[in-house]
């Protein structure tokens, strides 16, 4: 049977990650990497049962995911699930995911999927999330030369080919997570995709728009150009 830990980067989310982190246990054991943050988010995570892991000073999502990579692989883990410290995401959707792993059973590790990404569905969203989701979707799917039908959200399973392979990325904000998949299809390893549910509960976003837009699209560029590569 495959070993998958869940993963939580948080960065000032003390009010919200010890709610997560208690559904998350009900599914997996959980690993937080706190990413410099100067409220109580470390203490509430530990508090609900978390193994934490502190990065000072705050370095970005994408740095934070590395940091739970390495521990989750030296570990022995064979698989890693991610998700939001937010509240946007729900636990009680892991199964799904696992499933889609084969992590219940002997399925060739080989054949299974090395990416699994949890799809929203952006007629639930707000609209301008919705609009800047939908174009940026397609762009991505153009950069790799195929549809992707959800390419920023957080909520993913990586198997250990593709951790291994992620914690010598260079992307310290959330163009690590679009960047995993175009690697994953240089690699020619299988995708798969799950529905999740699209939650919007009015908590504050850490994303900055206009900041957001210019290194998305220099990640698409990045991600077009490492399809291509092949």
């Given amino acids: 049977m495959s070993r ?24 997996l054991p959980v690993l937080v990497v706190d990413d410099g943050s100067t409220d109580d988010t470390a203490a509430q995570a530990e508090s609900a049962g978390a193994v934490v892991l502190r990065q000072i000073p705050n370095q970005g999502k994408g740095a934070a995911l590395r940091t739970g990579f390495r521990r989750a692989l030296d570990d022995g883990y064979d698989g890693i699930l991610t998700l939001d410290a937010d509240g946007q995401h729900n636990p009680a959707e892991i199964p799904r995911f696992l499933a889609a792993f084969g992590a219940s059973n002997a399925t060739d590790a080989a054949q299974r999927p090395e990416l699994i990404v949890g799809c929203r569905n952006f007629a639930q969203m707000p609209i301008v999330r919705r609009l800047s989701n939908t174009v940026g979707r397609a762009a991505f799917s153009w950069a790799v030369g195929q549809r992707i039908p959800d390419n920023q959200s957080g909520y993913r ?11 010598a990325s260079n992307e310290a904000g959330f163009e690590f997570e679009v960047e995993m998949i175009a690697v994953c299809i240089r690699r020619g390893w299988p995708l798969a995709w799950v529905p999740i549910s699209t939650i919007y509960a009015g908590e504050p976003s850490h994303v900055k728009p206009l900041h957001h837009l210019r290194h998305f699209l220099r990640a698409t560029r990045a991600a077009r150009r490492l399809v291509k590569e092949r």
């Fill in 4 to 27: 998958v830990v869940a993963l939580i980067p948080g960065y000032e989310e003390g009010p919200r990650i010890g709610a997560v982190v208690e559904a998350a246990r009900q599914h």
């Fill in 157 to 167: 399973l990586i198997g250990r080919r593709l951790a291994e392979q992620m914690v």
